[in-house]
């Protein structure tokens, strides 16, 4: 049956139900019917499966359809049976089918009756399967998820490098391969490795419009952020993802006692449980997943309303896929994720165990996320260019659909700091990917550029005005707006494009987003870890700040012993009326609440009740006691004075760790008598010392205490004397 013979559109109808095609896909079909090599990049939720299904049904033979997942193939086999009377129209092929289903699989595929048949890479390279194959007629090969194929995709699987040589062997069968996420770099390694260099090739837009994309910082107040959120979004079906599975079931209990309605997903869980959670998110008996990225795959529920990233993914392509499945109905999806640069050092820590070539892929992908995350130009635009497509952002659709855009930060005028930028790329011959270009602006030296000889250069150097943060931002802005590209043979590679050597021959003005600032400081973190995106009331913060100082003279002790400025703040942001609500008041525990508590609590139902205030009841987070097993192991360990190094270890904390853990301890109102371990270090008269200095200070900031001391104790020995004063003092 020849191309003209077929009606397409009646077939779409007969088979599948639809009126008309989407996007690119009659064309796709059309050259999958004419046996051409076919590529297709289409974005999730743009009909890819369809691309190659339709063929399938309407030709002679049996199209083999290779897939990664066994869980996708299976809710395809399904699907395509729903179109059919003949259960043997689809199969699947791997490990789990039992003799008997292997003879019946092969027998429908003789007799012409099956039209699709799923299989891994590996079941295909099985000898009997390929020798079975060999004899049969063939329509096509189709490869899903192709980027697999290439180790610079985000999934990269070394058994689909095999894929060409097999599918040689089955004779002169055309290629389909697809993807719903692949780079440039990406796309020219799937059709070398395919070797299908003469395919045609078909490319979706990747902008979803209907997306809004936001990166909040990831504070330690997140779990509180996370359910506002989803409280604002009341009813509405939504996925977190998380990185491990004990995040999953951390946050899916702190959703529960919230009162909002969710179930975890990670591959830890029996199959049974995850089958059961993800029919429960179909069918909406729970409105949120919390998940690791094994939940999603072929999930299609067009109604996700929001998708949240609690941790950042390891590369764009995932995060790109997981925000995806968002708003699949053209509806309102809204894309968050939480962003702090100590996720991404663990990340990098992960990934040092692994092989030189996968961890350079590792960490270059993953700069990519960064930049993503700390960019201020439009996220929208930052992401289309990734994937290799322009977008404008005045007019773009969904333009305005990004925080960036929504918020913009101030703009520089960085004309000249552009003009040295490319100058240098020009100069240091295209060797150097952004590291070195940064390094050789501000004068640092590495191995490479000691090879080079770069640091004898006269231009060496010329750049110090600026910072290393600096230049990097106006790396990624430049390379968006195609003045430089990262070359694709050798991934990484800085060079200058023919707009950028005309803009160094002619400049323009080129005004620069200043970059968002996500760092925190090791101390202020704890002290600032409260501190949300809503607003405290700051009528009620000045009432309570006095409080604090009367309390806190009546007991002869500093005003920041009583509570710490983030607990007023938490304070009134939540308005507490009862010991209960202010246990879960950020930094407060039984003990605090118990010593000083009464006149707070007080004060703010005083308060509330005479400016009739409706308390946010949804900001008061309940905890699950998760971390009450740390906190209980660490306390008993001191009272019977273990050694902190061993404290540390048995707990797989580092020291840093462990002193952040005993500081949340002691400010919320537990004592720890930790003397032993500071006589080792301080005599009584240099404790004394520091002990005065905390009882006269305004301030508990090791910054200051460092500055007063100026350097006659360290960081540590300070912040031990720190966990010392509270205890005896506050507690």
């Known amino acids: 049956m020849n191309l003209n013979e077929i009606d397409i559109h009646k077939e779409l109808k007969k088979y599948f139900g639809f009126n008309q095609f989407k996007g690119l896909q009659e064309s796709v079909i059309k050259t999958v019917l004419s046996r051409e090599n076919t590529f297709v990049i289409m974005p999730t939720g743009g009909g890819k499966s369809l691309c190659y299904q339709l063929p399938a049904l309407v030709q002679e033979g049996t199209a083999i359809v290779v897939s990664p997942l066994i869980a996708l193939m299976k809710n395809q086999v399904d699907a395509i049976r729903s179109l059919s009377s003949e259960t043997g129209i689809a199969h699947v092929l791997n490990s789990s089918l039992t003799k008997t289903e292997i003879t019946q699989v092969k027998k429908d595929i003789t007799s012409g009756l099956t039209k699709l048949l799923y299989v891994a890479p590996e079941s295909l390279t099985k000898e009997e399967n390929l020798a079975f194959l060999q004899g049969v007629t063939v329509s096509f090969v189709a490869i899903d998820e192709a980027h697999c194929i290439s180790e610079w995709g985000h999934d990269f699987r070394p058994e689909y490098r095999n894929l060409r040589h097999i599918i040689k062997q089955l004779g002169d069968v055309p290629v389909i391969g697809l993807t719903a996420t692949a780079t440039p770099k990406v796309q020219e390694d799937i059709l070398k490795n395919l070797d299908m260099s003469d395919a045609k090739t078909y490319k979706a837009s990747f902008n979803r419009p209907n997306l809004y994309y936001e990166v909040r910082t990831k504070t330690k107040n997140i779990e509180s952020d996370i359910i506002r959120f989803i409280k604002q979004h009341k009813g509405k079906s939504g996925i977190i993802y998380c990185l491990s599975r004990k995040k999953v079931e951390a946050i899916a209990h702190v959703l529960q006692v919230n009162g909002i309605s969710a179930v975890p997903y990670h591959a830890g869980l029996d199959a049974k449980t995850r089958a059961k959670h993800q029919d429960m998110f179909l069918m909406e008996d729970v409105d949120v997943v919390v998940a690791t990225i094994a939940f999603g795959m072929g999930i299609d529920k067009p109604d996700v309303r929001f998708v949240i990233h609690h941790d950042i993914p390891k590369s764009l392509e995932s995060y790109y896929q997981e925000t995806g499945r968002a708003g699949r109905d053209g509806g309102e999806g809204h894309c968050l994720a939480y962003y702090s640069y100590k996720d991404v050092e663990k990340l990098e820590k992960f990934m040092s165990g692994k092989p030189v070539a996968e961890q350079e892929i590792g960490f270059a992908l993953l700069q990519e996320v960064v930049a993503y995350a700390e960019t201020s130009i439009s996220r929208r635009k930052f992401l289309l260019h990734y994937f290799g497509e322009e977008f404008d952002s005045e007019t773009g659709e969904g333009a305005d659909m990004d925080d960036n855009v929504r918020n913009p930060k101030t703009k520089i005028e960085a004309q000249k700091q552009v003009v040295k930028l490319l100058e240098i790329v020009r100069d240091t011959k295209h060797l150097y990917k952004s590291k070195e270009i940064i390094y050789t602006l501000v004068g640092r030296v590495n191995a490479m550029i000691k090879a080079h000889r770069t640091d004898v250069q006269p231009f060496f150097g010329s750049g110090q005005a600026f910072e290393e943060r600096y230049w990097m931002a106006l790396i990624r802005q430049v ?247 509270i205890s005896e003092v506050a507690n």
């Open 479 to 725: 390379l968006v707006e195609g003045y430089l590209a990262k070359d694709i043979e050798t991934y990484g590679i800085v060079k200058l494009t023919d707009k950028g050597a005309a803009f160094i021959k002619s400049p323009d003005s080129f005004m620069m987003s200043e970059d968002h600032e996500y760092n925190e400081t090791e101390d202020e973190a704890i002290v600032t870890a409260a501190k949300s995106s809503a607003t405290a009331d700051e009528t009620l913060m000045i009432m309570l700040r006095d409080l604090r100082k009367k309390v806190a003279k009546k007991a002869g002790v500093p005003p920041f012993v009583v509570f710490q400025d983030p607990s007023l703040e938490d304070m009134a942001l939540k308005y507490p009326v009862s010991a209960e609500e202010l246990v879960n008041i950020h930094g407060v525990g039984e003990g605090k609440a118990k010593k000083y508590g009464k006149e707070f609590i007080e004060l703010i139902s005083r308060y509330v009740e005479e400016n009739e205030i409706i308390r946010p009841d949804d900001y008061v987070v309940k905890s699950t006691g998760a971390n009450s097993v740390n906190k209980l192991f660490i306390i008993q360990s001191i009272d019977r004075k273990l050694s902190l190094d061993d404290i540390a270890s048995a707990k797989g904390l580092s020291m840093d760790a462990l002193i952040k853990e005993m500081q949340q301890i002691v400010y919320a109102g537990t004592k720890l008598n930790i003397k032993y371990w500071i006589d080792e270090m301080l005599d009584d008269e240099q404790q004394e010392e520091i002990f005065e200095y905390f009882m006269e200070s305004e301030t508990d900031q090791i910054e200051e205490a460092l500055k007063v001391f100026d350097g006659d104790y360290d960081l540590d020995e300070l912040r031990f004397m720190r966990i010392k004063f």
